[in-house]
């Protein structure tokens, strides 16, 4: 698996803001984060397919949680906004080079190594 490179994380207080950015190639047609807290499976966050625009989010996360990438479509963010103690974790961005279902992590061929979240409250 070619590794992609994630950047952004760290700690910070509830109510806090981060955002995390993710190196991508523009060969890559849905792109996102996933997150796996201590002793829980990794579930998707957020996903984008790069070619429309069209974002995906996991329940309520869209409304704290923006995903977006730049104009060249190379680099890939995710802005978080209100933190919560719950959400901390360690956070990954996965590409696929085709249309895949966004959760379905299987499909996805790229994946970094994740960066840390740590909220505290």
């Known amino acids: 698996q070619v590794q992609l490179a994630e950047s952004g994380g760290g700690s910070v207080q509830a109510g806090g803001s981060l955002r995390l950015s993710c190196a991508v190639s523009r060969s890559h047609y849905t792109v996102g984060w996933f997150r796996q807290a201590p002793g829980k499976e990794r579930e998707g966050v957020a996903h984008?397919?790069?070619?429309?625009?069209?974002?995906y989010y996991t329940g309520s996360l869209r409304d704290r949680f923006i995903i977006s990438r730049d104009i060249d479509r190379t680099t890939l963010y995710l802005q978080m906004n209100n933190l919560r103690p719950e959400d901390t974790a360690t956070y990954y961005c996965a590409a696929a080079s085709k249309w895949v279902f966004p959760q379905r992590e299987s499909d996805y061929e790229f994946w970094g190594t994740g960066t840390q979240v740590t909220v505290s409250s």
């Open positions: 984008i397919y790069t070619a429309s625009g069209r974002t």
